[in-house]
């Protein structure tokens, strides 16, 4: 299911580590030129441009763009008690580490009465963008929300695709997830028609953003760099990857598990374990056979798990695992 890679007895560059274990393929100049009409359509259009590019792209027409709040109370009240507990117990984790990371205001006087002020201040209005394509992830909410709210942004949105199975609106959990933090603006519209929504908004739907955050597919990251300038953004985030550094003591059922939460991603996700433990990678891959054919998206994992940008990686040592997890450099 995934391919074992030796690299004991070798010193190898960054460069030549990163040619053993290559990245897929993505094309995004390719998905650009996609793109640009999509972003014209947005640009120039209406809702009902929108609806159409949600039947087109999405097999759904929702009823109106903007969701209404009755769906969003609705939805955190049909939420699985226990999913909702979980999700307050990441909100709490999330909030403490962001709270953190605030940013402090700092003079520097570099001679008397003259003095360099550096002072964060948060932008008026973030759109976020939460997928809801191969994989629904309220974590994405939370890791978009709560930092927004933390900064301080006075006018927060959410965009996510509609979905069939909920009446043309973003999947329920995620809406419910919106809910528990108080977003109330939640838009049903997905890959770069949503990006571009924001970017320039529309009269009578949305109003612009001043910057975009949140992960996508090749389609969201390419209408991201097209749209660089017109709207800020976070990144042009790739495939989703993970990288685990494991020795003998790990736990494989645990090992196991992280490498499927990222295999479920994406066909092209990445997920890479590195380990100068030969029964530990004996026991991973047992347990890879075990547990992937018992999740939702088994076909998905395995043809992840089996191409070029997966792989377990057997090394000397930690110290050569280190060097090869950091010339990897991943995502997770």
Not at 162 to 191: K, R
Request: with cysteine.
């Amino acid at each position: 299911m995934i391919r074992r890679l030796d690299l004991r007895g070798k010193n190898l560059s960054k460069v030549e580590y990163n040619r053993e274990i290559p990245r897929a393929k993505l094309d995004v100049v390719a998905a650009m030129s996609a793109v640009e009409p999509i972003l014209e359509q947005v640009r120039t259009g209406t809702e009902a441009d929108l609806i159409s590019l949600c039947q087109k792209f999405d097999g759904v027409a929702p009823v109106s763009i903007r969701v209404p709040r009755a769906e969003l109370t609705k939805a955190l009240k049909n939420l699985n008690p226990e999913v909702r507990e979980a999700l307050e117990v990441a909100a709490q984790r999330i909030r403490k580490v962001h709270q953190d990371q605030v940013r402090q205001t700092k003079v520097s006087e570099v001679e008397a009465g003259a003095t360099v002020t550096e002072k964060w201040i948060p932008v008026d209005r973030v759109g976020l963008y939460v997928p809801g394509g191969r994989a629904v992830y309220p974590s994405s909410v939370l890791m978009n929300v709560i930092p927004a709210q933390i900064a301080q942004v006075p006018s927060i949105a959410v965009a996510s695709p509609p979905q069939e199975d909920n009446q043309g609106w973003p999947n329920g959990t995620i809406l419910a997830t919106c809910e528990l933090l108080g977003i109330e603006e939640v838009y049903a519209i997905g890959g770069a028609q949503a990006v571009a929504l924001f970017a320039y908004g529309m009269d009578g739907v949305c109003e612009k953003a001043d910057l975009v955050t949140g992960p996508g597919n090749i389609y969201v990251a390419a209408a991201k760099r097209a749209l660089r300038g017109v709207i800020g953004i976070d990144s042009e985030a790739g495939p989703t990857e993970i990288a685990v550094l494991a020795d003998s003591s790990a736990i494989a059922s645990d090992v196991a598990t992280d490498l499927i939460s990222q295999a479920e991603h994406d066909v092209i996700a990445a997920s890479v374990l590195v380990t100068d433990s030969l029964e530990l990678a004996d026991q991973v891959e047992a347990e890879l056979n075990v547990r992937v054919a018992k999740t939702k998206h088994s076909e998905r994992i395995s043809i992840a798990l089996s191409s070029q940008q997966s792989a377990i990686v057997i090394v000397d040592g930690m110290q050569q695992g280190l060097e090869v997890v950091n010339a990897y450099a991943a995502e997770h």
